[in-house]
């Protein structure tokens, strides 16, 4: 099992930035399939960014070019650079964690983080 914490978020005026970070228990950190979802009010959860564990990356169309998704295995974290924020991505962010392929044994939710763009 992991359990998985969210810090960073927080309010911001549109334009500005924020870096989530999402620290990981665990001793084998490095395989895992790390994910950034969002859940704005009265909407589904929806997928940001992911990221393997040979640093593949994918992410939504709404934030191409403006959101990064990085990761440091030694310190067992996963990041989310936000950059040109937009009101419309107000939402708790909530950071995701499985296993690859054949060692699927579920997926892995921390809290979330609250984040606001507003003026």
């Known amino acids: 099992q992991v359990q998985l914490v969210e810090s960073g978020g927080g309010l911001v005026q549109p334009g500005g930035s924020l870096r989530l970070s999402c620290s990981a228990s665990g001793r084998i950190f490095s395989i895992y399939i790390m994910g950034w979802y969002r859940q704005a009010p009265g909407k589904e959860r929806e997928l940001v960014a992911r990221?393997?564990?040979?640093?593949?990356?994918n992410y939504a169309d709404s934030v191409k070019g403006r959101f990064t998704i990085s990761r440091d295995n030694a310190k067992n974290t996963v990041y989310l650079q936000m950059n040109n924020l937009k009101p419309e991505d107000t939402a708790v962010y909530f950071c995701?964690?499985?296993?690859?392929?054949?060692?699927?044994?579920?997926?892995?939710w921390g809290q979330g983080t609250q984040v606001t763009v507003s003026s």
């Open positions: 995701k964690a499985s296993r690859p392929g054949s060692l699927y044994d579920g997926d892995y």
């Open positions: 990221i393997t564990g040979g640093s593949n990356t």
